[in-house]
């Protein structure tokens, strides 16, 4: 039996679109490190992700993990980063700043929610 030497693969990060993944994986491969891509399935490549997470945005239905040899993991986090990766783990690219227009949304809605919880107490005394 002739056996070839197997390189280990690490997960360096999980991209939600397969276009960057792509980009990504060929910045890598431009500096001379193998980079692989594979599609998986949200649910189970980012485990512990709410499925409430992004309310009013469809759930996502795959991710696009990007593997690279582990002896080359370091230089392909250099080669990411200088191309626009946030270093995370699961990360698209550099995250805009928040805005506050979440918090408000959510502030307004508990404030309709506790007008409706007390008109309707007043209504029915």
């Known amino acids: 039996m002739q056996g070839t030497d197997e390189v280990a693969l690490v997960r360096l990060t999980?991209?939600?679109?397969a276009a960057l993944a792509e980009r990504w994986r060929d910045a890598l491969e431009a500096a001379g490190?193998?980079?692989?891509?594979?599609?998986?399935?949200a649910a189970l490549a980012l485990p512990g992700r709410s499925p409430l997470v992004g309310i009013g945005a469809p759930p996502l239905?795959?991710?696009?993990?990007?593997?690279?040899?582990?002896a080359d993991r370091d230089r392909a986090a250099a080669v990411l980063i200088d191309a626009g990766w946030n270093g995370a783990t699961e990360g698209d690219r550099r995250a805009a700043p928040?805005?506050?227009g979440g918090a408000l949304r959510g502030a307004l809605?508990?404030?309709?929610?506790?007008?409706v919880v007390i008109a309707w107490r007043v209504a029915t005394s």
Request: avoid cysteine; proline fraction near 6%.
């Open 98 to 100: 928040a805005s506050a």
């Open 33 to 41: 490190i193998e980079a692989v891509v594979e599609l998986d399935d």
């Open 14 to 17: 999980v991209v939600r679109d």
């Open 61 to 70: 239905a795959f991710v696009y993990p990007l593997s690279v040899p582990l």
């Open 109 to 115: 809605w508990a404030l309709v929610a506790a007008v």
